[in-house]
């Protein structure tokens, strides 16, 4: 006859050791898991590979080079500007100084006939032939410095490049725009138009307006 006693000790034996039974994660998902951490971790070794690979390349001398030749260039390109500028400044101020002491023996010529006209006991004539010498040494040192008259005469056709019309005349004996006075003489500088000369200027008569003319004359 069997024992009760064991039967009952097998019965407990049995559900303690089914109750032991672990549970465990699913082999795939930590599978899973290992491989992308294996893979971050081996990203993140190849990233700090590339970094420290690319402190320890070193400069290429033949770009070292062309880079110092190229500031060289430039100071010294920066450098002669300067220069060329600070001469053409030199070179305008001592123009300048010429000219003007040119000048200064114009206007003691001119002091000279002024003090004459002073002092009195001469004649208008002596005082008038001083005064043309002094405006004709002008003229001379202008010319020296590349200045010459325009050349324009009365009855000229009248040219907007080189005429500044200040006065304008309708004239019925006129067919195109002409220079009937010349007001104030024009100049060049070497080739440069310097001043227009300013002049009067006849303008002829449109034929609308004259045949707007004979029919009121025959109106009245």
């Known amino acids: 006859m069997a024992d009760p006693r064991r039967s009952m000790m097998k019965r407990r034996n049995g559900t303690?050791?089914?109750?032991?039974?672990?549970?465990?994660?699913?082999?795939?998902?930590?599978?899973?898991?290992?491989?992308?951490?294996?893979?971050?971790?081996?990203?993140?070794?190849?990233?700090?590979?590339?970094?420290e690979s690319s402190r320890k390349v070193e400069p290429d001398p033949v770009r070292l080079q062309l880079q110092e030749k190229l500031l060289r260039l430039q100071a010294e390109f920066d450098n002669y500007r300067k220069r060329q500028a600070r001469d053409f400044r030199r070179l305008c101020d001592q123009g300048k100084k010429e000219l003007i002491e040119e000048l200064i023996a114009v206007l003691d010529n001119y002091h000279r006939a002024e003090q004459l006209v002073k002092e009195g006991g001469h004649s208008v004539e002596e005082i008038a032939d001083g005064l043309?010498?002094?405006?004709?040494?002008?003229?001379?040192?202008?010319?020296?410095?590349g200045l010459s008259e325009l050349d324009v005469n009365k009855d000229d056709p009248f040219d907007p490049h080189i005429h500044e019309a200040m006065i304008a005349e309708?004239?019925?004996?006129?067919?195109?725009?002409?220079?009937?006075?010349?007001?104030?003489?024009?100049?060049?500088?070497?080739?440069?138009?310097?001043?227009?000369?300013?002049?009067?200027?006849?303008?002829?008569?449109?034929?609308?307006?004259?045949v707007e003319l004979s029919e009121e004359e025959g109106g009245e």
């Open 16 to 51: 303690s050791s089914r109750r032991r039974i672990p549970v465990s994660e699913p082999q795939n998902e930590k599978n899973s898991i290992q491989e992308v951490e294996e893979a971050e971790n081996k990203a993140e070794e190849e990233e700090a590979e590339s970094h």
């Open 170 to 210: 309708n004239r019925e004996d006129l067919d195109q725009d002409t220079v009937l006075e010349i007001l104030q003489k024009g100049y060049l500088l070497g080739q440069d138009l310097l001043r227009p000369a300013r002049v009067k200027v006849g303008r002829p008569v449109s034929p609308s307006r004259n």
């Open 132 to 145: 043309m010498k002094t405006s004709e040494q002008l003229v001379s040192i202008l010319k020296q410095e």
